[in-house]
């Protein structure tokens, strides 16, 4: 943990530990959970420019550990911190990562069960990456639905639909999107596109609309995770000054802040 240093990864600057207790100090992010911060949306949803500039963030986060074979194992709403202005990510919690090399494939049942890819329930041998890509796929449905993509009475029930269970995508949701999240949501874990393949989707990459949308700090972030990401996106988010001065309706709850934590247990997650 200590060698990883990322913009979009919560910072762990020392550790230590007693006879009974292990003790962590870590960067202080103060904005609170994404799961919070989402049940105080309307119908818990994100309007998508929202969405897609936050949940590239964590994108961009996990691509760093992918390329340092580490694999999170538990990517939620609640493991995702937000700053006080509500713009910048920090992914926490690696108490389920492991660093192994990618290529080997182990029987590791472990996440929560919401966001547990159809490989893990199954409790078959897998491949790290694709079952965080999976995560990330849960992530981004209920930040655009206000739910999760599977449900069941009980684990025994949810696990049964994660594997069977076609996904359910509401009218609302844009082309770009819904064939994005298609490709996520691929059972087979071979077939679900890598990491860098995401982050080069055209979901993903921000329109002249959207640029209108944006204030000059967000998309001076976006520009420099892609820089630092080390792919080749064929181009800058750019904005001009006059479209850059004001911040619009919809990113307008940026810039509110907040107070508190929620709790960052690794309990299971019920649908919010």
Same mark, same amino acid.
């Given at each position: 943990?200590?060698?990883?240093?990322?913009?979009?990864?919560?910072?762990?600057?020392?550790?230590?530990?007693?006879?009974?207790?292990?003790?962590?100090?870590?960067?202080?992010?103060?904005?609170?959970?994404?799961?919070?911060?989402?049940?105080?949306?309307? #119908?818990?949803?994100?309007?998508?420019?929202?969405?897609?500039?936050?949940?590239?963030?964590?994108?961009?986060?996990?691509?760093?550990?992918?390329?340092?074979?580490?694999?999170?194992?538990?990517?939620?709403?609640?493991?995702?911190?937000?700053?006080?202005?509500?713009?910048?990510?920090?992914?926490?919690?690696?108490?389920?990562?492991?660093?192994?090399?990618?290529?080997?494939?182990?029987?590791?049942?472990?996440?929560?069960?919401?966001?547990?890819?159809?490989?893990?329930?199954?409790?078959?041998?897998?491949?790290?990456?694709?079952?965080?890509?999976?995560?990330?796929?849960?992530?981004?449905?209920?930040?655009?639905?206000?739910?999760?993509?599977?449900?069941?009475?009980?684990?025994?029930?949810?696990?049964? #639909?994660?594997?069977?269970?076609?996904?359910?995508?509401?009218?609302?949701?844009?082309?770009?999107?819904?064939?994005?999240?298609?490709?996520?949501?691929?059972?087979?874990?071979?077939?679900?596109?890598?990491?860098?393949?995401?982050?080069?989707?055209?979901?993903?990459?921000?329109?002249?609309?959207?640029?209108?949308?944006?204030?000059?700090?967000?998309?001076?972030?976006?520009?420099?995770?892609?820089?630092?990401?080390?792919?080749?996106?064929?181009?800058?988010?750019?904005?001009?000054?006059?479209?850059?001065?004001?911040?619009?309706?919809?990113?307008?709850?940026?810039?509110?802040?907040?107070?508190?934590?929620?709790?960052?247990?690794?309990?299971?997650?019920?649908?919010?």
């Amino acid at each position: 943990m200590e060698k990883i240093d990322h913009e979009c990864l919560a910072k762990l600057y020392e550790a230590f530990e007693s006879h009974k207790q292990v003790f962590l100090i870590m960067e202080y992010v103060n904005g609170g959970s994404l799961h919070g911060y989402l049940k105080g949306k309307p #119908n818990r949803q994100m309007a998508e420019i929202e969405a897609k500039f936050l949940w590239q963030q964590v994108v961009f986060g996990i691509h760093y550990l992918h390329q340092r074979n580490v694999t999170h194992r538990d990517i939620k709403l609640e493991n995702i911190l937000l700053d006080e202005t509500r713009t910048r990510v920090k992914l926490i919690d690696f108490g389920f990562s492991t660093c192994i090399p990618h290529e080997k494939k182990v029987k590791i049942f472990c996440g929560t069960p919401s966001y547990m890819a159809p490989e893990i329930v199954s409790k078959i041998e897998y491949s790290g990456p694709p079952a965080d890509i999976w995560a990330l796929g849960v992530l981004l449905y209920a930040l655009l639905c206000g739910r999760f993509p599977f449900k069941g009475a009980n684990d025994k029930e949810l696990y049964q #639909n994660i594997c069977k269970q076609d996904l359910p995508l509401p009218d609302h949701i844009s082309r770009q999107a819904r064939a994005l999240l298609q490709k996520i949501f691929h059972k087979n874990p071979d077939k679900r596109p890598p990491i860098k393949e995401i982050l080069r989707d055209p979901w993903l990459q921000f329109s002249p609309r959207d640029n209108e949308m944006m204030s000059p700090k967000s998309l001076s972030l976006i520009n420099h995770l892609k820089h630092i990401s080390g792919i080749n996106f064929g181009g800058q988010v750019h904005g001009s000054q006059s479209q850059n001065k004001q911040m619009s309706k919809t990113m307008g709850s940026f810039n509110r802040t907040t107070s508190g934590f929620q709790n960052q247990s690794a309990e299971p997650s019920v649908d919010f």
